[in-house]
């Protein structure tokens, strides 16, 4: 109860700074939409070249291509596709099965097949595409299949929700792209963080703290509370923002927002700990903007390894001991375990060490 209500008294000080709470907002809300926006502007085109392999033995298989304007590197042949790829005429190969048509037209969603060999994520615009016209043909199916609907064109004349099943329980596109964004922007943010523990030495907040029966740990606790909150409200206010705008479903909620807090608790957690080591608000901040963008890079390499063959297996690897690893790998696969045992294994390890002689750290300078 000690904890919590310094956590309070904490919170009530933070959320007085209008500025910093529509900065929390505006600047992950803008970023999110203009990628989003982005990625869909001008038609479907992604920039890259890509080749598609068809199987299908119905005819939806033609008909998303038409709907993604794709006229190129069309072949009824899987081997001719691959050729391009290993002579590296196109960046991936997209193989639509035989039973493309017939699970589409049982509600089911269809697995595509990808081969690449691009290093980055080029093709991430013409996937979520495709994925988005895959959903819109299933809810046409759907809605005729249960009389909902007589006509096609009568889709567009109401807003409508289908259930859709799925293959796995990987996320939307839409959503993993929101989700992602928002775990990179709180832990790229965890630098203002350290600026308020510093902030609060300099004033003498927390050496007037330490004079109370209040322990080392329990100050830092409600201070990690206090920033917790405020941080997990607004992320999960432009999830749901982002959700009015771009229209996605917020599928297995539940593991979305335990990897929130997770994301935010070790961003807390680290920046304690870095301040503990530096004491310096410029050396902090370039410390948790170096680590975010770095181990950015690394998670992403650790998730799709074959999209890397030249980097060394020693890197790739090195990706897996990075939070954004465990995070993005819970939100595709709509997974818990063990990716949170890592995370709260990690976390509880940067915790203990930020929070070593705090006394000490509070009196000196």
Not at 96 to 118: C, H, M, Q, S, V
Not at 235 to 252: E, M, S, T
Not at 259 to 282: D, H, K, M, P, Y
Not at 310 to 315: D, E, F, Q, S, T
Request: aromatic share 10%; glycine share 6%.
């Amino acid at each position: 109860m000690k904890i919590l209500r310094l956590s309070f008294v904490n919170y009530k000080r933070m959320v007085k700074d209008k500025g910093k709470l529509l900065m929390m907002l505006i600047v992950p809300l803008l970023v999110i939409l203009g990628v989003s926006f982005t990625a869909n502007m001008g038609g479907y085109s992604t920039g890259v070249n890509i080749a598609f392999s068809i199987e299908d033995k119905g005819g939806y298989a033609k008909e998303l291509l038409e709907s993604l304007n794709i006229e190129d590197n069309i072949f009824y042949n899987r081997e001719e596709a691959m050729e391009l790829l290993e002579d590296n005429e196109v960046v991936a190969v997209y193989t639509l099965p035989k039973n493309f048509t017939e699970k589409i037209k049982n509600g089911e969603k269809p697995d595509i097949g990808a081969f690449k060999r691009e290093e980055g994520n080029t093709t991430l615009p013409m996937e979520m595409n495709i994925e988005k016209e895959i959903n819109k043909k299933l809810k046409e199916e759907v809605l005729l299949k249960n009389d909902i609907i007589k006509d096609k064109k009568e889709l567009y004349k109401f807003n409508t929700k289908t259930q859709i099943k799925r293959d796995n329980k990987e996320a939307n596109g839409d959503l993993f792209l929101v989700v992602f964004m928002i775990i990179y922007f709180t832990i790229l943010s965890s630098n203002s963080i350290g600026d308020e523990i510093v902030l609060m030495k300099r004033q003498k907040i927390l050496s007037r703290a330490m004079t109370t029966a209040n322990k080392g740990y329990e100050i830092m606790g409600s201070l990690c509370l206090a920033i917790l909150f405020l941080q997990v409200s607004m992320n999960l206010l432009v999830l749901f923002i982002g959700k009015l705008i771009l229209k996605y479903p917020i599928i297995d909620f539940h593991i979305i927002f335990i990897n929130i807090v997770l994301a935010s608790l070790f961003s807390i957690t680290f920046t304690i700990f870095l301040t503990r080591i530096f004491e310096e608000q410029g050396v902090v901040s370039l410390g948790t903007v170096i680590f975010s963008v770095g181990s950015l890079f690394l998670s992403l390499i650790a998730l799709d390894g074959d999209l890397y063959p030249k980097v060394p297996m020693v890197i790739k690897n090195l990706g897996k001991f990075v939070p954004q690893y465990w995070l993005l790998d819970s939100i595709e696969k709509s997974k818990l375990f063990p990716n949170t045992i890592v995370l709260l294994l990690m976390i509880l390890a940067l915790f203990t060490a930020g929070n070593f002689k705090f006394r000490d750290f509070v009196n000196r300078g």
